[in-house]
């Protein structure tokens, strides 16, 4: 993040995890730790880290399978910026290109605010009088022989 930029509602959510049972692949058999992760920001940068593998084996390091949040408002737009990602048990950091709040930049104009029209009202329908339907002419059925 860049000089300048004024951060709000900064979050994390992680993901809570079970207690250990035997063989469960954790140190000791304790499960993998749900402690939060710690947050650092500066002036320029913000961090979200966990103890690392050396401080804490079952530390509540991101695990294939799970979701992460992190998040937060800025009052700058997002430009293109990088991120470093650290690797809980062994690699170097890496460097990524992302979309971040960068700071300098010019601030998109508030948009001022139209007055929305109001609708004209549609006058309610009266029924329009009808007339009952006209008798239709039938034809005169042929006369019929009396019976004797």
Not at 63 to 73: E, I, M, P
Not at 76 to 93: D, E, L, R, V, Y
Not at 121 to 134: G, I, S
């Amino acid at each position: 993040m860049g000089a300048g930029v004024n951060l709000s509602t900064i979050g994390f959510h992680v993901p809570p995890q079970h207690p250990g049972w035997p063989h469960d692949g954790t140190q000791g058999d304790a499960g993998f730790s749900s402690f939060p992760w710690t947050r650092i920001q500066t002036a320029d940068s913000l961090t979200w880290a966990t103890d690392t593998f050396a401080q804490n084996p079952n530390a509540n390091a991101i695990r294939w399978g799970t979701l992460y949040n992190f998040s937060f408002d800025a009052d700058q737009p997002p430009q293109t910026a990088n991120a470093t990602i650290g690797f809980f048990k062994t690699g170097s950091p890496i460097t990524v290109g992302i979309q971040a709040p960068v700071g300098g930049a010019t601030p998109t104009p508030t948009p001022t605010v139209t007055p929305t029209p109001t609708p004209t009202v549609t006058p309610t329908p009266t029924r329009t009088p009808r007339l009952p339907p006209a008798p239709r002419p039938r034809p005169t059925p042929p006369p019929r022989p009396t019976p004797h």
